[in-house]
């Protein structure tokens, strides 16, 4: 079993940043690749970012340029550098963890890729 907790959601407003964490434990886990979606209200949950076990990092369109994804292997945590942010971004986020094995990193974008997932954190970006 995995445990998932993100962190960093808040307030801001238009033109900031902000950076979201989230650190997945668990014993002899094996984690091959993480990623962020998001759900705004009366919407579906939609892809955001992903980062494979290789590094490869990969973005939705509307936050390319904008949002940047990293880990750290030795801490099983990832990060979400989110500059210029719009009130479009405005979501619920959450992270994915990838567990079961390492081959499907060209659906890196679907949610039933994904073996664990956070509780969420709310991001909300005022105008």
């Known amino acids: 079993q995995v445990q998932v907790v993100e962190s960093g959601g808040g307030l801001v407003q238009a033109g900031g940043s902000l950076r979201l964490s989230c650190a997945a434990s668990?014993?002899?886990?094996?984690?091959?690749?993480m990623g962020w979606f998001r759900q705004a209200p009366g919407k579906a949950r939609d892809f955001a970012a992903a980062i494979i076990s290789s590094g490869a990092a990969y973005y939705a369109d509307s936050v390319k340029g904008r949002f940047t994804i990293s880990r750290d292997n030795a801490k099983n945590t990832m990060y979400l550098q989110m500059d210029s942010l719009k009130p479009e971004d405005t979501a619920v986020y959450y992270c994915?963890?990838?567990?079961?094995?390492?081959?499907?990193?060209?659906?890196?974008?679907?949610?039933?890729?994904?073996?664990?997932w956070g509780q969420g954190t709310q991001v909300t970006v005022s105008s």
């Open positions: 668990g014993r002899a886990v094996s984690i091959y690749g």
């Open positions: 994915a963890v990838r567990s079961r094995s390492p081959y499907y990193s060209d659906r890196y974008y679907s949610r039933d890729v994904y073996d664990y």
